[in-house]
């Protein structure tokens, strides 16, 4: 019964990417991306607001990051991290700077 439930829940979760989501966006975009993007990382600090959505969207969608990504998140955990950077980005109503202190 347990096992069901989990299932239907996960189900839903792919069929309504909304509030949850966005949560679960941050809360990746800090521990997966942050893992390298940081202050002293591998790579310098990134933000939502260091670009626009639509670059955002582009950015991933035409493989532009460097690497190999998909060894640090699956592709439903890119797309939860893509909301949440478009739901930040520069031209977003709510611009995230500093979620990732530079
Ligand atoms: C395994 C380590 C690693 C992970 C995880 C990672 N990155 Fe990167 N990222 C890099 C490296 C290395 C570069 C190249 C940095 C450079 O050129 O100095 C880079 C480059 C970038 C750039 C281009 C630099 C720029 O300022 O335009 C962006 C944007 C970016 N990453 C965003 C992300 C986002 C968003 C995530 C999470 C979905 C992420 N990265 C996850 C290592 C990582």
New binding site residues.
């Given amino acids: 019964m347990k096992r069901l439930f989990l299932l239907s829940a996960m189900a839903l979760g792919l069929l309504t990417p909304s509030v949850s989501t966005a949560a679960d966006g941050a809360t ?2 800090v521990q ?6 940081k202050r002293g ?4 600090a ?1 933000n939502p607001a ?2 626009a959505g639509v670059v ?1 969207e582009k ?2 969608e035409r493989g ?4 190999n ?1 998909s ?3 699956n592709n439903g ?2 797309g939860s ?2 909301q949440y ?1 478009k739901a930040h980005a520069a031209d977003s109503d709510q611009p995230a700077t500093a979620v990732i202190p530079k």
């Fill in positions: 990746l975009f997966k991306c942050g893992s390298c993007h990382g591998q790579a310098p990134v260091d670009k955002w950015y991933f532009r990051h460097p690497g990504l060894q640090s998140l955990e890119l991290v893509i950077l």
